[in-house]
């Protein structure tokens, strides 16, 4: 652990003396969501090649694919990736999803890309499309539905997803 070692003079003496203190810093860094930090839109990314090995690892875990698009100047982007990592969405979206990013830019990266699920980012980013594990589209958000994502509570996007995942497991397809 770095936290004793940053200097070899008398750092320690207060640690020695309190190992709370240490306990606590531990705790404290493990409050942070564990699946936040991964949630990111890579410029450099090819979401061809992200979809096609999301689509491999969710057939092979009986998942679905989420299809998130955004960017890192953005936010709501930011924020919606934030809460994809808090409880209780961060478990829902990990039992039911492979998850891809793909970064949009300032609506000049990736388009083609992107318009091949037809308009998710016209009204807004972030936005997303949820394709079964063969790839096939089941829905896509066109109507800005995250695009304010920083104003929304954990528990309701997770309610949204669940609601989502009910309707497309029962057959009912959600509205495009």
């Not at 003079?9 to 942070?32: Q, Y």
Request: net charge negative; aromatic share 10%.
């Amino acid at each position: 652990m770095i936290l004793a070692g940053a200097s070899r003079g008398g750092s320690m003496t207060h640690i020695r003396k309190r190992p709370g203190l240490a306990v606590l810093i531990f705790f404290w860094c493990c409050s942070f969501p564990a699946g936040a930090a991964e949630y990111r839109y890579d410029p450099d990314a090819d979401p061809y090649r992200q979809l096609e090995a999301a689509g491999i690892q969710a057939t092979e875990a009986n998942k679905l694919v989420l299809v998130v698009f955004g960017s890192e100047w953005c936010p709501d982007c930011r924020s919606f990736n934030s809460k994809l990592g808090e409880p209780p969405l961060s478990d829902t979206v990990e039992s039911n999803f492979q998850v891809v990013h793909v970064d949009v830019g300032n609506w000049d990266r990736n388009i083609e890309f992107t318009r091949q699920f037809g308009k998710p980012i016209d009204e807004g980013i972030p936005s997303i499309a949820i394709l079964g594990p063969d790839l096939s589209l089941h829905f896509v958000a066109e109507a800005g539905e995250f695009a304010s994502a920083r104003h929304s509570k954990v528990t309701s996007l997770n309610d949204w997803f669940s609601n989502i995942l009910a309707r497309i497991r029962d057959g009912d397809p959600p509205d495009h």
